[in-house]
Nanobody, 119 residues
Framework: QVQLVESGGGLVQPGGSLRLSCAYSGTFHGLNSMGWYRQAPGKERELVASITPTPDTVYADSVKGRFTISRDTTKDTMYLLMNDLKPDDTAVYYC?????????????WGQGTQVTVSS
């Protein structure tokens, strides 16, 4: 199955930028989509952005115009560039991949990376 490893989180001041990376490895026969989710304390996990192989992208309204999702197939890595960060962006960010192995659909998650936006 696929393994996902996130990196790039940290502490940043409001208005600052961060780039998250999600390196994926393992075997899969078809990719449905990849995405970034986040979960703040006391809140449910929510979709931040997703990307398909086409690539088509979807963004949460709260991050449109500030975040950009991309994927580099030569490096087997997905990215989330986050600009103009706000305190409300503080959360643990998770990488997700929905894929097919033979005829079975899988949903894999990374371990998460903390993003804290604070002055």
């Amino acid at each position: 199955q696929v393994q996902l490893v996130e990196s790039g989180g940290g502490l940043v001041q409001p208005g600052g930028s961060l780039r998250l990376s999600c390196a994926y490895s393992g075997t899969f026969h078809g990719l449905n989509s990849m995405g970034w989710y986040r979960q703040a304390p006391g809140k449910e996990r929510e979709l931040v952005a997703s990307i398909t192989p086409t690539p088509d992208t979807v963004y949460a309204d709260s991050v449109k115009g500030r975040f950009t999702i991309s994927r580099d197939t030569t490096k087997d890595t997905m990215y989330l560039l986050m600009n103009d960060l706000k305190p409300d962006d503080t959360a643990v960010y998770y990488c997700n991949m929905k894929y097919r192995l033979i005829w079975t659909q899988y949903d894999s998650w990374g371990q998460g990376t903390q993003v804290t936006v604070s002055s």
